[in-house]
């Protein structure tokens, strides 16, 4: 699987786990040098506090757009140290 945004691949891996139709990646596929700090945070029943990322391509930002739980609920373990996308990242195979 393939994450892209602005023609670009910001994350690629053959191991994704899909929760609620969204790709979540190993973290260690997410190329950080297109990545910049976000201080957003929201909260899920389940799977507990999201932290989030922007995407930084070709000097455009996509606020957010990165979401990941860095201290899961038990119930959503399984995602651990992987990250999703939204705001228009296509996630193709």
């Not at 994450?3 to 994350?11: E, P």
Request: hydrophobic share 40%; aromatic share 12%.
């Amino acid at each position: 699987m393939k994450a892209i945004w602005k023609d670009t691949v910001v994350a690629e891996s053959d191991d994704t786990i899909v929760i609620e139709g969204n790709h979540y990646f190993p973290a260690d596929s997410l190329k950080r040098e297109y990545t910049l700090s976000s201080n957003h945070k929201t909260m899920c029943s389940w799977k507990g506090q999201a932290s989030y990322l922007s995407l930084f391509v070709n000097g455009d930002v996509n606020p957010d757009a990165v979401w990941f739980y860095p201290n899961p609920l038990e119930a959503a373990a399984e995602i651990k140290d992987r990250v999703a996308f939204y705001k228009g990242v296509q996630v193709i195979d």
